[in-house]
């Protein structure tokens, strides 16, 4: 009897562990990740300096969970590598992911959402003008030259115009540049009124080499939406391996972090579905 129980004993802790009673799962993943030392600019790692390894040691020795991650430092990059159907999923801006699933022939669903440093979820664009415009709110972009992001930047250009269109806003004129840094250039050297940025580009972009978040006043924030997740494509992944994926993640969070995540790590995905991809 003692043998039998220390045989049923043995069989729990294995399925605690998660890895004992599942075989070995491989998952290759792209990777741009804001807050990652292996994804962002040098110029803002002391704010940037989140590494991976150590979660990834933690997921396959306890969960038997080979998360193989393939880093790219700029979006265009990753959204090729998305576009090529070669990944089974990806960490990063949703928006990344989510607007190349044709052309992919992916269907990709978000695991869960990855924490900043201050265990912020969500982002959002900013409206800003400099420190000195005559310009107090965003009713008063009425006929001015507005800068906003490219169709890649959610916060940045389809929020921004979600806005303009239920505030009955009507700028002169709309330009779009690729990044936060050429929004702010375009404000420094006066070359517009006001621009859109994402919400940390003044404190975790290469714009922190140039500009001060003083320098600059901020009108409107954009509707929010999350800020990074990670997505498998169900066109390769089993449902029960994105949920056992899911599981352990969520279990390496909160007080079980590991202090290199810089934070409290997964959290459940929040909804979002953004009109433009027409799903249910």
């Not at 320098?215 to 997505?231: C, V």
Request: hydrophobic content about 40%.
């Amino acid at each position: 009897m003692r043998a039998i129980a220390n045989y049923l004993i043995a069989g729990g802790l294995a399925m605690l562990s998660g890895c004992a009673t599942h075989p070995p799962l491989e998952l290759k993943l792209a990777v741009n990740d804001i807050y990652c030392m292996d994804t962002a600019c040098s110029c803002v790692h002391d704010v940037a300096a989140r590494t991976y390894p150590a979660t990834l040691e933690k997921l396959k020795a306890d969960y038997g969970i080979d998360l193989q991650l393939v880093y790219f430092s700029e979006p265009y990059q990753l959204e090729d590598a998305i576009a090529s159907g070669e990944y089974d999923g990806a960490l990063c801006k949703p928006w990344y992911a989510l607007r190349h699933e044709k052309e992919a022939g992916a269907d990709f669903r978000r695991i869960v959402d990855v924490l900043d440093p201050n265990n912020n979820q969500w982002l959002a664009g900013i409206f800003v003008v400099p420190a000195d415009s005559p310009i107090q709110t965003v009713d008063g972009l009425d006929g001015k030259h507005l800068y906003i992001g490219q169709a890649d930047a959610y916060e940045k250009h389809q929020a921004a115009k979600r806005l303009l269109e239920q505030k009955g806003i009507r700028p002169g004129k709309i330009d779009t540049n690729a990044s936060c840094g050429e929004n702010v250039g375009v404000l420094l050297d006066e070359e517009a009124d006001a621009a859109v940025l994402s919400d940390y580009a003044l404190s975790a972009d290469c714009a922190v080499d140039f500009a001060r978040p003083e320098d600059f006043r901020i009108l409107a924030w954009t509707e929010r939406i999350p800020l990074t997740s990670l997505m498998l494509d169900m066109n390769r992944v089993e449902k029960a391996e994105a949920d056992r994926l899911q599981q352990a993640l969520l279990a390496l969070s909160g007080k079980d972090a590991p202090e290199t995540l810089l934070g409290n790590g997964f959290v459940k995905p929040a909804p979002w579905n953004p009109p433009e991809l027409d799903k249910p």
